[in-house]
């Protein structure tokens, strides 16, 4: 089964949009890089570039998802890029599953882009050290969501370290989500000066 791999700015993001809610479910979208044949997506497998946090308060206002979803889809269009994905974290720390509005989502980007990825972040393992990667990754491989082994999932390399410094300094205070947006429009939902954080700290780490 093909690997999949996240940057450094989509695994810290996905962090801290959950360290900035830790008593909310949350969510968002994935993306990755346009890869246009075939050898590319074998040699390459599925490369997961950014995240854009969605929601906290209510994750199935389906009006605000779409426009949010519109949005994003524009933004991915014009930056070489494609939704590929979709992550969560759920309210119940133990609670590594997804719901069906999440699922709809999930399929519905699987319909354009046939090897999307669907996230559960484990909120046990978002700590301030950081110590195990927090994520559960699903696959949508013949039809079916299926589990992807830990060996065939990875990071950037100083990944884990870069997230850790990134939520000792409260960064995900900071960090912008479509329900933030929605509320003042002024705020950034593509979170670039948190982008810049993250690269700032990956060249700190590296």
């Given amino acids: ?20 809610y830790p ?7 994935l993306l990755a890089e346009e890869q246009k044949s075939k050898e590319e997506k074998k040699s390459k497998g599925l490369v997961i570039c950014d995240a854009i946090p969605l929601f906290h308060l209510c994750l199935q206002v389906t009006p605000m998802a779409e ?10 269009s014009t930056s070489g890029l494609v939704v590929a994905g979709y992550y969560l974290a759920n309210e119940n720390i133990k609670d590594l ?11 519905r980007i699987a319909e354009n882009f046939s ?13 301030l ?3 195990n990667v927090a994520l559960c990754v699903s696959q949508f491989i013949d039809g079916k969501w299926k589990s992807k082994e830990k060996s ?15 939520l000792q300094r409260r960064v995900y205070e900071d960090l912008v989500d479509f329900d933030n947006h929605l509320d003042d429009l002024t705020l950034d939902w593509r979170n670039l000066s948190v982008n810049e954080e993250v690269a700032e700290e990956m060249e700190t780490v590296g």
């Fill in 129 to 131: 050290n950081m110590e």
């Fill in 67 to 76: 426009i949010a979803l519109t949005q994003i889809d524009h933004m991915a």
């Fill in 97 to 107: 599953g997804y719901e069906k509005f999440g699922q709809r989502i999930a399929e």
């Fill in 1 to 20: 089964m093909a690997e999949v791999k996240f940057s450094a700015r989509a695994y810290c993001k996905m962090m801290l949009h959950a360290a900035k």
């Fill in 23 to 29: 008593h909310c479910a949350i969510n968002g979208i």
């Fill in 152 to 166: 065939s999932i990875s990071l950037e390399n100083n990944s884990r370290s870069a997230a850790a410094a990134l």
């Fill in 115 to 127: 090897s999307a990825c669907l996230v559960v972040i484990d909120n046990r393992r978002v700590t």
